[in-house]
Nanobody
Framework: QVQLVESGGGSVQSGGSLRLSCAAS????????MAWFRRAPGKEREGVAA???????TYADPVRGRFTISRDNAENTLYLQMNSLKPEDTAVYYC?????????????????WGQGTQVTVSS
């Protein structure tokens, strides 16, 4: 059974940085896709960034150039480096995983999800 545990959330002022981590356990092999999503209060969940085993990356327009997704295969850990944070980045951030490589990784319904970590950016 795959388990995903996020960490690294917190409160930061506008312009600051945070690095989120997502530790994966129970997964086998390295041929899988992982992604970060977020849900802001009163809004739909949205895809933020995705990384597959190619490796290739996909970023949502609002975060491109500010966020970087990466993965440490040896540690089975996914990261999201978030720089130049804005108040509109405030949300609960979730990581997701599948063994399938989706065509639209930021719109795909992943089968495995973490519990989320809160990121709050104040102006």
């Amino acid at each position: 059974q795959v388990q995903l545990v996020e960490s690294g959330g917190g409160s930061v002022q506008s312009g600051g940085s945070l690095r989120l981590s997502c530790a994966a356990s129970g997964s086998s092999g390295s041929t899988y896709s992982m992604a970060w999503f977020r849900r802001a209060p009163g809004k739909e969940r949205e895809g933020v960034a995705a990384l597959d085993s190619a490796p290739s990356t996909t970023y949502a327009d609002p975060v491109r150039g500010r966020f970087t997704i990466s993965r440490d295969n040896a540690e089975n850990t996914l990261y999201l480096q978030m720089n130049s944070l804005k108040p509109e980045d405030t949300a609960v951030y979730y990581c997701a995983l599948d063994y399938y490589r989706p065509l639209k990784p930021l719109e795909y319904e992943y089968p495995y999800w973490g519990q989320g970590t809160q990121v709050t950016v104040s102006s």
